[in-house]
């Protein structure tokens, strides 16, 4: 077989014991790779009821066929397990180098179960394949944990692991790779503390064997002069990242401010990718095979806020800087530094601290509650907050339950900017109105990595969409969902499918993947067939949703009653009643938002 | 008539000296549409621009009033 290895690396934390499978081709075919994998294997293997935080849970890793092949940006896994944060599914997708060493250990997915009596991590070298002792490591965060593991293991390997944050189990907790990369979101970090797995090694040189490896070639080289090009016509994206974004949505009003209390930041040129560029950035740090390259090293070289690392991108600004009414660039840069440090999601920790500033100023929460005062603005008090939640210590313990069990917990619920209790990122849907549809319906809980309509409603790829109108927006979101659930599966990193994929021909997407995974794979599959399968990936996670218990389709308060009060978009709150029925309709859901037996017989999906 | 012009990251380099964090303050004649004003810099006017008046999608050929603001950006892969 091609693209794919077939394997399955299972290991059973509680028994310690490894074991090998093969994967059946039909399901490979059916379900793409990735995430569209680990979702079939999740529905199969636990209760979708079972408490995310206990044995029970199952914590997969998933690579794609396009994983470590020449495809452009070919190097992106998958976490996937139900989330301590939502009680939901969490899908939260990575690259840097880790994903492509992961996948040359000639396994697609490493499935974790049950739960180790001490600490270990799993260390994979092709066919060496051990779990070992981790308590050297343990409190030991992500940086440190990396540094050690390679020092103890080989330069060559590449680490995934956990900081303070996940072995504390905080709802935010992410797990870190490459040091600086992120499977951020829904707490999947959490999960890994939960399992005592402290970290996973990979390496190896078993590359995929690839259906036709020279068209792939020609594939890669062609996609990266067409990326080139526009390089070298002044790529935002190698220069800024994503930190240019904030000038883009405080122009459209939409930029997430003091907890979404306004959508326009007064201090925004302090904290954007021009003051980035200018004051603290060293040079564009891509991930493997990466033509893009938007991720950028910077340093903060003295002061309090000494430090070195990668980031902020624009999420973390949005949540950190502006969610928190944070202009101090230095303290916002190193705020990230301590995120990837102890691992953790910047979006719900600063949106998290956000909503408890919030709280604060209107009275809710009294400074003796939180040891200090915290005031939108301040920022050392801010650092002091992600210090706290990494640790749970002292308010801490509130900060790392996120903003929904905090803002309920002192009474005031409608603070909580959240669906499923996952926090909004940054993008006010009061002024993106599609975006309002896809954090109320998707199946994570409020992520745009869900299917970032914001392509076309703020940043114009393919084609720019009045982001203040409804209509039209039902069609849209479930073509980004769908979208999204094929990239995700595939293994190719949405900045690149997305820049060179998107068109206003909505079938140039599936074509050119199904190309590249035809390549990869020798599947002949066709562009409507990986749509199709993309649908089934999206359903099968829509009915572990359902089985959870959490099908609400919903907003916050906030989002539905308390119209902006400033900017483009003033006045505006989403109007989700207008977009959800036409949405479920299309989507062959029932009036409830659950899938009907009609449309899981077409996908082929179990009823039950 | 006073108007705005602001030009987000890359963007940016087309904007003269005296322009202040990315917006240039022009003097431009009544009946100026968005299309005339941003067609002064040297920006592409296609599909991989985004161009905006005071944060709202609209039509090129709309006519500015005193005080707006138009922006443009290049249109590519976001947050």
């Known amino acids: ?608 | 008539m006073m108007i705005q012009v602001k030009l987000i990251a890359n963007y940016r380099e087309q904007l003269p000296p005296e322009a202040i964090n990315g917006v240039v303050e022009l003097d431009v004649p009544d009946g100026t549409t968005v299309y005339q004003a941003i067609s002064r810099f040297d920006i592409p006017l296609d599909d991989t621009s985004v161009i905006v008046l005071n944060g709202l999608t609209v039509d090129m050929s709309t006519p500015l009033s005193v005080g707006d603001m138009v922006t443009a950006f290049s249109a590519i892969a976001g947050g």
């Not at chain 1, 499978?21 to 075919?29: Q, T």
């Not at chain 1, 452009?72 to 397990?81: F, H, I, K, L, Q």
């Not at chain 1, 189990?169 to 890994?192: C, E, Q, T, Y």
Request: glycine share 10%; charged share 25%.
């Open chain 1, 1 to 608: 077989m091609y693209g794919w290895h077939l394997k399955v690396l299972r290991v059973n934390l509680t028994t310690q014991k490894i074991t090998q499978e093969d994967v059946d081709p039909k399901i490979a075919r059916d379900y793409l790779g990735g995430r569209g994998w680990a979702i079939h294997y999740l529905y199969k293997e636990m209760d979708p009821m079972a408490d995310a935080l206990s044995p029970e849970n199952v914590l997969i890793f998933a690579t794609g066929p396009l994983t470590a092949t020449p495809a452009p940006t070919g190097n992106r896994y998958m976490v996937v397990t139900k989330s301590p944060l939502t009680g939901a599914l969490a899908h939260s997708n990575s690259g840097g180098e880790f994903p492509t060493w992961m996948k040359r250990t000639g396994f697609d997915m490493f499935i974790f179960e049950g739960k180790s009596s001490k600490p270990v991590y799993l260390f994979v070298n092709e066919d060496q394949i051990e779990l070992r002792s981790a308590v050297h490591l343990w409190g030991k965060d992500a940086h440190e944990t990396t540094d050690i593991l390679k020092a103890e293991t080989s330069a060559e390997a590449r680490v995934a692991c956990i900081g303070q944050a996940g072995e504390n189990l905080a709802l935010m907790a992410a797990i870190m790779n490459d040091k600086h990369r992120a499977a951020a979101r829904s707490g999947v970090g959490a999960v890994m503390g939960s399992k005592n797995l402290k970290a996973v090694v990979a390496m190896g040189n078993k590359n995929p064997p690839l259906h036709d490896p020279e068209g792939m070639r020609t594939l890669s080289v062609n996609t990266s002069k067409e990326v080139g090009a526009d390089v070298k016509k002044g790529s935002n994206m190698r220069i800024y990242g994503t930190s240019y974004v904030p000038q883009v949505t405080n122009t459209l009003g939409i930029l997430p401010t003091r907890n979404f209390l306004q959508g326009t930041f007064e201090h925004v040129n302090n904290i954007d990718g021009d003051a980035l560029k200018n004051q603290y950035l060293i040079r564009h740090t891509p991930c493997y095979r990466c033509p893009l390259s938007c991720g950028r090293l910077t340093e903060v070289p003295d002061g309090p806020y000494k430090g070195k690392g990668e980031g902020p991108e624009y999420e973390t600004i949005s949540s950190l800087g502006t969610g928190c009414g944070v202009s101090n660039l230095a303290a916002l840069v190193k705020a990230n530094y301590l995120c990837n440090e102890y691992g953790m999601d910047t979006i719900t920790t600063g949106m998290t601290i956000a909503a408890a500033m919030e709280m604060y100023e209107k009275g809710y929460i009294s400074e003796e509650i939180i040891g200090m005062p915290l005031k939108f603005g301040d920022h050392d008090a801010m650092i002091a907050m992600i210090k706290l939640m990494a640790f749970r210590e002292g308010f801490g313990e509130d900060l790392a339950q996120g903003s929904y069990r905090l803002a309920e917990k002192y009474g005031h619920p409608e603070i909580a900017v959240t669906t499923r209790k996952q926090e909004f990122p940054g993008y006010d849907p009061r002024g993106s109105q599609g975006m309002g549809l896809l954090y109320a319906t998707s199946n994570k809980g409020a992520s745009h990595m869900e299917g970032d309509v914001a392509y076309e409603e703020v940043f114009g790829v393919p084609v720019k969409e009045n982001p203040l109108t409804t209509e039209g927006k039902p069609e849209l979101v479930k073509h980004f969902e769908d979208s999204f659930a094929l990239m995700d599966s595939s293994g190719l990193c949405v900045f690149v499918a997305i820049r060179y994929a998107f068109n206003k021909d909505r079938m140039i997407l599936p074509l050119r993947l199904a190309e590249m995974m035809n390549l990869s794979t020798g599947a002949q599959y066709s562009p409507e067939e990986v749509m199709i399968a993309a649908e089934r990936v999206y359903n099968l996670e829509r009915m572990f949703l359902i089985k959870a218990g959490s099908t609400e389709d919903t907003l916050p308060y906030r989002m539905l009653h308390e119209p902006l009060p400033d900017g483009p978009a003033k006045g505006k709150v989403v109007e989700l009643d207008k977009m959800l029925p036409e949405f479920y309709a299309l989507r062959g859901w029932d009036e409830k938002g659950v899938p009907t037996k009609q449309k899981l017989m077409e996908l082929g999906l179990p009823l039950n």
